[in-house]
């Protein structure tokens, strides 16, 4: 609907704001010749304007078509003339026939409805049974918005609404006037409490004389209860038949078997099916080509369509997806797969079938012991008697079965903002790592930041070796832990961080010393390692990404908002204080114990205080374990001996100019001289 000015200056404020949209060939903003023609075209646009003004004033609610093109052509010629060189007068004219102009357009919007209503309501005189004095009784307007309003009932409300008066209206006599059983049902009409004939009725109600007659009948027949549509719960003829669904489901399931990748069990959280990823070269629209072949090699009279196609997989196989580029997938189930796909004889495809299927069984094993281990954490916990919070002294809560997760995550950088600016993409920022430990059973993980200047190396080097897991581990242990007398412990595969002979030496001495009575290592299958550490990573991730992140407090605030389970931990606290210190685990452990032989096969590993130095391996979960000595002979442990501290390496000069030259025009203005000093 068009828009009504109430003074010139409105009018003018909007017209200055608009683009030359009443240009109507295009050339009116051309520049004019010569002074003399601006001075002759403003003279007849005024004259124009003023015949316009006062052809519009004498008829302002029947503007017809001519008026219009000349109130545009007008408008053009004015704008485009007079507004460049700020003629006032002519600018004033232009305002009053555009306020007039816009004002007519909205009244003939609001003509054009009313006149719609008139002519029903002409109608409905016309066919009324009392000689049109039933809508007589009452006032236009308020029949108008009665009618919008029985516009903006649906469909049922308005049934119900008319089968209600319909109720009230009826006739409960059963007989005629003239005495006569009465076979049909008769209705006496009214509105707002004034009788009115039927036509009036209908047309007051906004329905027609079909719709009221089937409201009739159904009253007849049910009652006041909403319509439902005959075709309610018939199945139409073009619907899909079992046996074509279950050709769709059996395809599927045949092309994932092909060319899927299954995984040992489903995420965490869920309790379906275990997904299998299908290649991400794929996607549905080539599958459904490749069904369409198929159907057509084995002539089958019916093929689904792509919709349905999507809509059965989607129903009926949720857990068979895509795989997308991202996805971490195990080499050997891939190179299974592969060899599955490159066997030309039955026989050489039977045994790579046999070990993909042993490999899957081994890691299903593996997560299964994994979530009962989880599992049986939290019950323990819950049936504890007293929960006290750490730090405790060791051993010192009855708690056999405590389950921890530890692993980093993927490093982060500073400054970081959820709107990056594009240069900072090709530099290097401060760079900031993040170790997780977590405890299931609560849950609750500890995210320890590593910054550049914090780590044992020199510009955060050394940040991911066996001093930096162990030291973390054991600050851990010390001011997070449970103080359990046992806990099980699970880790991936990485050689460098976790599986090497300095953590396991490491566990050997925490049950020589009192800290722990027994300690279970578990490495899960190499492919198949998601934990709940990586659900909380991600958790942080997703928090930081959408955050704006100048100084490593505020990372911190960030992961301790990113969910409940997520805790920071710094490596220094606000007032510079060190939280933990790096100590040099592996000159203090290499000389007191040797190192485990075949280590990089082994899976399983297990520490008592009732065999102090000794660790029982497995390879596999169901294998008999072996006992290896650890503790060399003639070495005799000091309960209160510790590794050497180390300082930490800081930041080079080096660095620290090329943060100060490079990155800190990225950070904002309060944080500057904390993210990137001057060095």
């Not at 232009?94 to 209503?117: D, K, P, W």
């Not at 299931?440 to 550049?452: G, H, K, R, S, T």
């Not at 490495?523 to 992140?549: E, N, P, W």
């Not at 002979?633 to 501290?645: F, G």
Request: glycine fraction near 4%.
């Amino acid at each position: 609907m068009a828009r009504k000015y109430f003074s010139v200056d409105d009018a003018l404020a909007e017209i200055l704001n608009q683009e030359d949209e009443f240009s109507s060939d295009g050339q009116a903003s051309a520049p004019m010749s010569s002074a003399d023609e601006v001075n002759d075209k403003r003279d007849d646009s005024c004259k124009n304007t003023e015949c316009h003004l006062k052809s519009t004033n004498s008829n302002n609610n029947n503007t017809s078509a001519h008026d219009t093109v000349t109130t545009t052509s007008v408008i053009s010629e004015v704008k485009a003339e007079n507004f460049i060189n700020h003629d006032e007068n002519a600018i004033k004219t232009f305002c009053q026939v555009y306020m007039t102009t816009t004002s007519c357009e909205a009244e003939n919007t609001e003509g054009e409805f009313r006149h719609l209503m008139l002519d029903s309501a002409d109608r409905a005189r016309e066919q009324c049974s009392r000689r049109q004095q039933c809508l007589e009784q009452f006032d236009h307007d308020d029949i108008i918005n009665y009618k919008l309003t029985m516009r903006e009932l649906t469909k049922n409300e308005k049934d119900i609404l008319l089968l209600s008066k319909l109720e009230s209206f009826e006739f409960n006599s059963t007989t005629t006037m003239k005495g006569a059983p009465r076979k049909m049902k008769s209705y006496s009409y009214s509105y707002d409490g004034n009788d009115v004939c039927k036509a009036c009725f209908i047309y007051i109600h906004d329905t027609s004389e079909k719709v009221l007659k089937n409201l009739m009948k159904h009253y007849k027949e049910e009652g006041v209860r909403p319509r439902e549509h005959g075709n309610r719960g018939r199945k139409p003829k073009h619907a899909l038949k079992y046996e074509d669904i279950e050709r769709v489901v059996k395809f599927i399931l045949q092309y994932a078997e092909l060319f899927g990748l299954p995984q040992p069990a489903a995420p965490r959280g869920r309790d379906d099916r275990p997904p299998i990823y299908l290649p991400c070269r794929l996607d549905k629209q080539q599958v459904h080509r490749e069904y369409k072949a198929q159907c057509d090699r084995n002539q089958v009279n019916r093929i689904v369509g792509y919709r349905s196609f999507r809509d059965i997989w989607r129903t009926c196989l949720p857990h068979i997806k895509f795989m997308t580029p991202r996805t971490d997938v195990c080499a050997a189930c891939e190179g299974y797969r592969q060899a599955i796909c490159r066997a030309v004889t039955e026989e050489e495809k039977q045994d790579s079938t046999q070990d993909f299927l042993l490999h899957l069984n081994t890691a299903q094993y593996a997560r299964n012991r994994y979530i009962n281990s989880s599992k049986a954490a939290k019950a323990e916990l819950d049936q504890l008697d007293s929960r006290r919070e750490p730090p405790l002294p060791p051993c010192s809560q009855d708690l056999h079965k405590s389950h921890y997760t530890f692993d980093f995550a993927q490093q982060v950088t500073l400054p970081y903002h959820a709107r990056q600016v594009g240069p900072i993409y090709f530099k290097t920022p401060r760079k900031i790592q993040i170790f997780g430990v977590c405890n299931e059973a609560i849950p609750l993980q500890v995210n320890y930041m590593l910054d550049e200047s914090d780590t044992i190396g020199v510009d955060g080097t050394g940040c991911h070796g066996p001093d930096t897991v162990i030291s973390l581990l054991h600050h851990y242990f010390d001011k997070h832990g449970m103080a359990e007398k046992g806990s099980n412990l699970y880790a991936d595969n990485c050689a460098g961080q976790n599986k090497n002979q300095f953590v396991i030496a490491y566990l050997a001495w925490r049950c020589m010393t009192d800290l722990h009575e027994t300690i279970t290592l578990s490495f899960m299958i190499a492919g198949h390692t998601r934990c709940l550490v990586d659900g909380c990573f991600g958790l942080l991730k997703r928090r930081y990404r959408q955050s704006d992140c100048d100084t490593l407090s505020q990372l911190a605030s960030t992961v301790d908002a990113s969910a409940r389970c997520n805790k920071a931990q710094l490596f220094r606290s606000e007032d510079g204080t060190q939280q933990w210190q790096w100590y040099n685990w592996k000159d203090f452990l290499k000389c007191r114990f040797k190192s485990l032989p075949g280590i990089r096969k082994l899976q399983y590993f297990r520490f008592t205080a009732e065999k102090p130095g000794t660790v029982y391996v497995r390879q596999h979960i169901d294998d008999p374990e072996t006992k290896v000595e650890l503790l060399k002979r003639n070495v005799v442990l000091n309960v209160q001996d510790m590794p050497e501290i180390i300082v930490p390496g800081g930041m080079s000069h080096d660095r620290q100019l090329y943060l100060y030259n490079n990155i800190r025009e990225h950070v904002w203005d309060p944080h500057k001289d904390v993210t990137c000093p001057a060095p």
